[in-house]
């Protein structure tokens, strides 16, 4: 397996513009995280669904921030206008079910996004 | 939410020290417990973990203490390696009896291990 996928690497946007990214997880797994990285605030749980249902997004800052997961091989983390706070690595992280309860969570590259 | 806290924020050793990371958390009903290790510039990736049946792991040079009384663990590493040096963090369920696998993170210990 090819591990959890993200894209783009990287991105560099201006204030303003909308920002999509994106992630594959590995198959199989039926959790999907999204967190943001940065010096200050460290690494944020943003949203998780569970089986492409939302279940958690009490960590989404703002109504900027969407995301979706219209199948179990594809979400999106959408940023609508981007603004300069915004900038940070977003991860995309997978993990299956188990019948003992927590499991590895698997993290993509990140994705780096600059807004200037 | 849960609350992590992680200690030190920094850490720097000689090699071949022992090096000794905390965190307490708030939730008495926490059961699972890992920790993540964070080359610069790469992703993070679970190094162990331990789960609130038992009060210690070990996996070479590695290991995680449970206090569940005092409601913390530590990660030790012993002949730390220049290899070692990352940022480490830990983390704690988002939410007690089968959160859905969420966890918050602690804010990160930067290990340094000098030559």
């Known amino acids: 397996d090819a591990g959890v996928i993200q894209s783009p690497r990287h991105e560099v946007t201006e204030m303003g513009q909308e920002v999509t990214l994106r992630c594959k997880p590995i198959s199989g797994h039926d959790y999907l995280f999204w967190y943001r990285q940065t010096m200050m605030r460290g690494l944020e749980l943003l949203i998780y669904f569970n089986n492409n249902v939302p279940i958690d997004d009490s960590g989404m800052p703002e109504d900027r921030f969407s995301a979706k997961m219209p199948n179990a091989s594809f979400s999106t983390l959408k940023i609508q206008p981007s603004e300069p706070r915004d900038s940070a690595v977003y991860f995309c992280?997978?993990?299956?079910?188990?019948?003992?309860?927590?499991?590895?969570?698997?993290f993509g590259p990140g994705t780096r996004l600059t807004v200037l | 939410g849960e609350n992590v806290e992680q200690h030190p924020s920094t850490l720097s050793v000689q090699e071949g020290d022992s090096a000794v990371i905390k965190c307490t958390y708030s939730?008495?009903?926490?059961?699972?417990f890992p920790w993540y290790k964070q080359e610069l510039g790469k992703r993070p990736q679970l190094i162990i973990d331990i789960r609130s049946n038992v009060g210690e792991k070990k996996d070479q040079r590695i290991a995680v203490t449970l206090n569940k009384t005092a409601k913390h663990f530590s990660l030790h590493i012993t002949e730390t390696q220049p290899e070692d040096s990352a940022v480490y963090f830990c983390?704690?369920?988002?939410?007690?009896?089968?959160?859905?696998?969420?966890?918050?993170f602690g804010t990160g210990t930067q290990l340094k291990v000098e030559l």
């Open positions: 983390a704690v369920p988002g939410r007690a009896g089968g959160g859905g696998n969420k966890l918050t």
């Open positions: 992280a997978s993990s299956p079910t188990s019948s003992g309860g927590y499991n590895e969570q698997f």
């Open positions: 939730d008495s009903a926490s059961n699972y």
